[in-house]
């Protein structure tokens, strides 16, 4: 950590970010980086010092486009330097654990993206490492941003406040369509080795947390079914090259799911339902939660953000039904930050308020959330389904898991 002077002899800490990755995942966090000192009144100060990457040229492009003051091309050495004190993965989820575990015990602290590893091995090791190095005042969370969408905290508050009185249903989906062209490219997300799992780790790890999150309650067990819809594709346009100078065929196979459906116990009992696919014909993001219970409901689609349905069910049947709230108000969630009411927030928001939090923790000195043992959960679960759909949707609680992990 560095201090700089700031304006009428003030000072004003920094902390110096290394990121590892620079594709979709590294173009977000880089805009947050950059943007939320310039929103939120924070006790400390991002700085973009170094980014990290395989191959130099592209690596070297990254930074200058995104805003990075160095460029390395092995992530050992980015953790190794001085300048960087909080390290954020952007990488596939296969290199999660060992630059986690890497970047903790050399005392950094750890940003990592969701999900938070391929395996509940990984997980387990990434959490312990984690809980060894908080004992020194070094923090980490992980990357569950939609966390941070202000109708989704906002959904979070009026639970807490019993809003919805007794909960019993929650319904959650996740629908995409971005490979339902069965000429899309096999990509390292269709590749279990790179990814863990398909659309169940990619996007159902996101619609996991966030039932867990709003509901304050765990899922306790599930019942299963996965698909993989196109299970060849055309090789990735490097792979491809290696094939076509050996004479392969340039197709190689989709080693994870394309949608996955499973059902649901939550703590108290609640009845769960959840749906991840990205063959949903026509939607291209659509996050969507319903959470019922005996004083009312509430429902969220991320396709209009700003927007959170709310039923208040202790109204005459005359005024019921479901009533808009536009979720841009100063006293909403993060949104006072930002644009008057009305002005709405966009995708991007959440890393800045993600990286809000982050920096707010480290500096306060408390744990942040979602923490690695909250990912570590969020895997347990994405294993209990990866095993009740291997296994016939065999019901399988998430404790059968930690048992045998």
């Given at each position: 950590m560095t201090t700089n002077s700031g304006t009428g002899g003030s000072e004003t800490r920094t902390l110096g970010v290394g990121m590892v990755g620079y594709a979709f995942m590294g173009r977000a966090h880089s805009h947050a980086w950059r943007n939320v000192s310039a929103f939120f009144d924070l006790p400390v100060r991002p700085v973009l010092a170094a980014i990290a990457g395989r191959s130099k040229e592209r690596t070297e492009a990254a930074a200058a486009s995104l805003g990075w003051a160095a460029v390395e091309t092995d992530w050992r050495d980015l953790i190794n330097r001085d300048d960087v004190q909080i390290v954020d993965i952007c990488t596939p989820g296969d290199s999660h654990a060992e630059i986690a575990i890497a970047a903790l015990e050399a005392g950094k602290h750890v940003l990592c993206e969701k999900p938070m590893a391929n395996t509940v091995e990984e997980a387990v090791a990434m959490t312990e490492a984690a809980e060894r190095a908080a004992a020194r005042g070094v923090r980490s969370m992980v990357g569950f941003n939609y966390r941070r969408v202000p109708a989704v905290a906002f959904a979070r508050r009026l639970v807490a406040e019993g809003r919805l009185g007794e909960l019993r249903h929650v319904r959650?989906?996740?629908?995409?369509?971005?490979?339902?062209?069965?000429?899309?490219?096999?990509?390292?997300?269709?590749?279990?080795?790179?990814?863990?799992?398909?659309?169940?780790?990619?996007?159902?790890?996101?619609?996991?947390?966030?039932?867990?999150?709003?509901?304050?309650?765990?899922?306790?067990?599930?019942?299963?079914?996965?698909?993989?819809?196109?299970?060849?594709?055309?090789?990735?346009?490097?792979?491809?090259?290696?094939?076509?100078?050996?004479?392969?065929?340039?197709?190689?196979?989709?080693?994870?799911?394309?949608?996955?459906?499973?059902?649901?116990?939550?703590?108290?009992?609640?009845?769960?339902?959840?749906?991840?696919?990205?063959?949903?014909?026509?939607?291209?993001?659509?996050?969507?939660?319903?959470?019922?219970?005996?004083?009312?409901?509430?429902?969220f689609d991320f396709e209009a953000m700003n927007e959170l349905w709310f039923h208040d069910?202790?109204?005459?049947?005359?005024?019921?039904?479901?009533?808009?709230?536009?979720?841009?108000?100063?006293?909403?969630?993060?949104?006072?930050?930002?644009?008057?009411?009305?002005?709405?927030?966009?995708?991007?928001?959440?890393?800045?308020?993600?990286?809000?939090?982050?920096?707010?923790?480290?500096?306060?000195?408390?744990?942040?959330?979602?923490?690695?043992?909250?990912?570590?959960?969020?895997?347990?679960?994405?294993?209990?389904?990866?095993?009740?759909?291997?296994?016939?949707?065999?019901?399988?609680?998430?404790?059968?898991?930690?048992?045998?992990?």
């Amino acid at each position: 950590m560095t201090t700089n002077s700031g304006t009428g002899g003030s000072e004003t800490r920094t902390l110096g970010v290394g990121m590892v990755g620079y594709a979709f995942m590294g173009r977000a966090h880089s805009h947050a980086w950059r943007n939320v000192s310039a929103f939120f009144d924070l006790p400390v100060r991002p700085v973009l010092a170094a980014i990290a990457g395989r191959s130099k040229e592209r690596t070297e492009a990254a930074a200058a486009s995104l805003g990075w003051a160095a460029v390395e091309t092995d992530w050992r050495d980015l953790i190794n330097r001085d300048d960087v004190q909080i390290v954020d993965i952007c990488t596939p989820g296969d290199s999660h654990a060992e630059i986690a575990i890497a970047a903790l015990e050399a005392g950094k602290h750890v940003l990592c993206e969701k999900p938070m590893a391929n395996t509940v091995e990984e997980a387990v090791a990434m959490t312990e490492a984690a809980e060894r190095a908080a004992a020194r005042g070094v923090r980490s969370m992980v990357g569950f941003n939609y966390r941070r969408v202000p109708a989704v905290a906002f959904a979070r508050r009026l639970v807490a406040e019993g809003r919805l009185g007794e909960l019993r249903h929650v319904r959650a989906q996740y629908l995409q369509d971005w490979i339902v062209d069965p000429e899309f490219p096999l990509v390292w997300r269709l590749q279990k080795d790179k990814a863990g799992s398909g659309a169940l780790g990619d996007i159902g790890a996101h619609i996991i947390d966030t039932a867990q999150f709003i509901t304050g309650r765990l899922i306790t067990g599930v019942s299963a079914i996965t698909e993989t819809f196109v299970k060849e594709r055309p090789l990735a346009e490097e792979s491809a090259g290696l094939s076509a100078s050996s004479g392969a065929a340039a197709t190689g196979e989709v080693t994870v799911d394309d949608a996955a459906l499973f059902i649901g116990r939550m703590e108290g009992g609640m009845l769960a339902s959840f749906e991840a696919t990205r063959m949903a014909t026509g939607r291209k993001n659509a996050l969507r939660i319903e959470i019922n219970g005996s004083l009312g409901s509430l429902a969220f689609d991320f396709e209009a953000m700003n927007e959170l349905w709310f039923h208040d069910h202790t109204l005459a049947g005359a005024e019921g039904g479901f009533r808009r709230i536009i979720v841009t108000e100063p006293d909403h969630p993060y949104a006072g930050a930002w644009w008057p009411p009305g002005h709405g927030l966009g995708y991007d928001h959440t890393f800045t308020h993600e990286a809000k939090d982050f920096l707010e923790a480290i500096a306060n000195g408390t744990d942040p959330s979602p923490s690695f043992a909250e990912g570590l959960r969020v895997q347990k679960v994405l294993a209990a389904v990866e095993r009740s759909a291997a296994e016939g949707s065999r019901w399988t609680t998430v404790e059968d898991v930690e048992e045998n992990a």
